[in-house]
């Protein structure tokens, strides 16, 4: 299993990135997503999933209507459309998948490397 991370960067508040995670090794379409973040000095947190085929989506509370999951089956690849970024999303932002929400674990499941987020003026 390969996830790589890619789209981070230095972004004003306000601003907007589109993260983008490439799987391989495993067969995508059958899959959970996640996206996980870590803000420096601060544990993982959980920010969105989505379900194999794209219908259902869940959102952390504090990233609801400014941030939206999706994937491209086709192309192996899950997105993070991240907009009105703000200071506190600053972060190394993770694609994960066979993780649990509640119980996330680096030593569990499979994760990239992290794509590294900030934002500030």
């Known amino acids: 299993v390969q996830l790589v991370e890619s789209g981070g960067g230095l972004v004003q508040p306000g601003g907007s990135l589109r993260l983008s995670c490439a799987a391989s090794?495993?067969?995508?379409?059958?899959?959970?997503m996640t996206w996980v973040r870590q803000a420096p000095g601060k544990g993982l947190e959980w920010v969105s999933d989505i379900n194999p085929d794209g219908g259902s989506t869940r959102y952390l509370d504090s990233v609801k209507g400014r941030f939206t999951i999706s994937r491209d089956n086709a192309k192996n690849t899950l997105y993070l459309q991240m907009n009105s970024l703000k200071p506190e999303d600053t972060a190394l932002y993770y694609c994960?998948?066979?993780?649990?929400?509640?119980?996330?674990?680096?030593?569990?499941?499979?994760w990239g490397q992290g794509t590294q987020v900030a934002v500030s003026s």
């Open positions: 994960a998948c066979a993780v649990t929400r509640y119980s996330l674990n680096r030593n569990s499941g499979y």
């Open positions: 090794g495993f067969t995508f379409s059958n899959a959970y």
